[in-house]
């Protein structure tokens, strides 16, 4: 089984939970307001002990088009957090987001772009 079908099996494997939805607030950052849907897949966990964070765009369905890989130097830690039905532009406003210029940066690796890679390759 290959990483994207491993990601979609575990997005599958719980309830995708909205604890912050598009225009919130952080809960302790005030200013920081959220551009898009964000929560996290029930029953799982991340390098951080949590669960598996979503990002869920407007596209109708609940395709995973991606990741979202990111830094946080203040923290010292790192995450990949799964992008469900982004558009282009929704992700460029995940990257945003996520390169505050304080610390954290983000880098994405979009689904259809590995794909039209790996049709090159064979």
Avoid: N
């Amino acid at each position: 089984m290959g990483f994207w079908a491993r990601l979609e099996l575990l997005l599958g494997s719980g309830e995708v939970v909205i604890d912050r939805p598009q225009g919130s607030t952080h809960p302790r950052y005030p200013d920081v307001v959220y551009p898009l849907d964000y929560g996290y897949v029930e029953g799982t966990r991340s390098g951080d002990g949590q669960e598996v964070d979503v990002w869920r765009g407007s596209l109708p369905g609940a395709s995973l088009v991606g990741i979202v890989c990111t830094v946080d130097t203040r923290k010292g830690d790192t995450e990949i957090k799964l992008l469900v039905g982004c558009t282009e532009q929704e992700i460029e406003a995940i990257v945003r987001f996520h390169d505050d210029g304080d610390g954290m940066s983000a880098i994405t690796v979009r689904r259809d772009t590995v794909r039209r890679e790996e049709k090159e390759r064979s």
